[in-house]
């Protein structure tokens, strides 16, 4: 009987949500999670994230999990630092929903909790520095989605005047990215929500 085999991990910036490419060119300029482990054939990322944003990742060789976590009710919470103090009203726009670009046009994005952290979380420092202190302010707000359009965070802090300059996913349901430091990977038994 064949045994899936399930990953988490500590997504760096600058990796894309992908093994290798097929093109030798972009091989050569990006770096993929195959330089991370050795995984099994068959593995899969559920849920990417893009090439700038950080955090946990979940891999597996078991394409029914992926679908499990595409529900609508398996939370993704995520930590952004944005550009500016985020006012109480860019808060609750999040909170409400705000109205996005996707390829197939305008997206109302659903209600979400959301909230301004007190103070900036506890992570390793990111690999490139985001910008110098003189160019203003920045604030940290906690975001958890149930849907995961392209870029959806993303998009949805700048929709609310604040665009991020930091993204980190920091759960999936009940799983969570804890300690693990960038590029660490554990296999785990089972990826429960």
């Known amino acids: 009987m064949f045994e899936h ?5 500590h997504k760096p910036y600058g990796y894309l949500s992908q093994f290798m490419s097929n093109n030798p060119s972009e091989a050569r ?3 993929f999670l195959g330089e991370l482990h050795d995984f099994p054939e068959g593995t899969m990322s559920i849920g990417r994230l893009d090439e700038h944003s950080e955090g946990l990742l979940l891999l597996t060789t078991d394409g029914s999990v992926s679908e499990q976590i595409r529900r609508k009710d398996v939370e993704k919470e995520y930590y952004a630092q944005v550009d500016g103090l985020i ?5 609750a ?7 996005i670009g996707i390829s197939e046009g305008r997206y109302q994005t659903l209600p979400c909790a959301a909230y301004r ?3 900036p979380p506890d992570l390793p420092p990111r690999t490139r520095h985001i910008r110098s202190d003189r160019h203003g302010p920045t604030s940290w707000v906690s975001i958890t989605v149930t849907e995961g359009k392209y870029r959806q965070v993303r998009k949805m802090t700048a929709a609310a005047g604040f665009p991020t300059l930091r993204l980190v996913r920091m759960r999936i349901g009940g799983i969570v990215l ?5 590029g660490e990977v554990q ?3 089972t990826l429960l929500f």
């Open 5 to 9: 085999r399930h990953f988490i991990v």
């Open 93 to 99: 726009q999040l909170q409400q929903g705000v109205e």
């Open 187 to 189: 296999e785990v038994e």
């Open 29 to 31: 300029k990006k770096r």
């Open 117 to 119: 952290l007190a103070a």
């Open 87 to 91: 006012t109480d009203e860019a808060v």
């Open 178 to 182: 804890g300690s693990l430091a960038p």
